[in-house]
């Protein structure tokens, strides 16, 4: 998976890259397709957005769903945990589409006679 960390007008905090590919490399558990995702990190020079001046904005590109999840908060790394959050969600609820349910059980295997 290819990791794209896009900025507009914002300084982003020393650990950030490593914070980014750490918590979507473990995304990879799910098994779900996905060949690159761009984060794109915005920051709102207006002093009234105070408490929503950072704007983190996740997409997923490829041969896999199609996955997008914004969120705006007091600063980079606050704002990126709560698009993570919204962007696993995605994730759990896809990979559960995919399992199989319809599994026999001994209590419901035909008896071979």
Do not use: C, W
Not at 44 to 73: D, F, M, T, Y
Request: aromatic share 4%; proline share 3%; net charge negative.
């Amino acid at each position: 998976m290819k990791i794209n960390i896009h900025t507009r007008h914002a300084a982003l905090a020393s650990d950030f890259n490593e914070i980014v590919e750490e918590k979507l490399q473990s995304m990879e558990r799910f098994s779900i397709q996905i060949d690159r995702i761009e984060v794109e990190v915005t920051h709102e020079q207006n002093p009234r957005q105070g408490k929503h001046s950072h704007h983190v904005v996740i997409a997923s590109h490829g041969s896999g769903p199609a996955l997008r999840a914004e969120a705006s908060e007091f600063n980079d790394l606050a704002a990126f945990d709560v698009a993570i959050k919204s962007i696993e969600l995605q994730i759990r609820k896809i990979h559960e589409k995919s399992k199989d349910y319809k599994r026999e059980t001994i209590r419901t295997m035909p008896v071979a006679e």
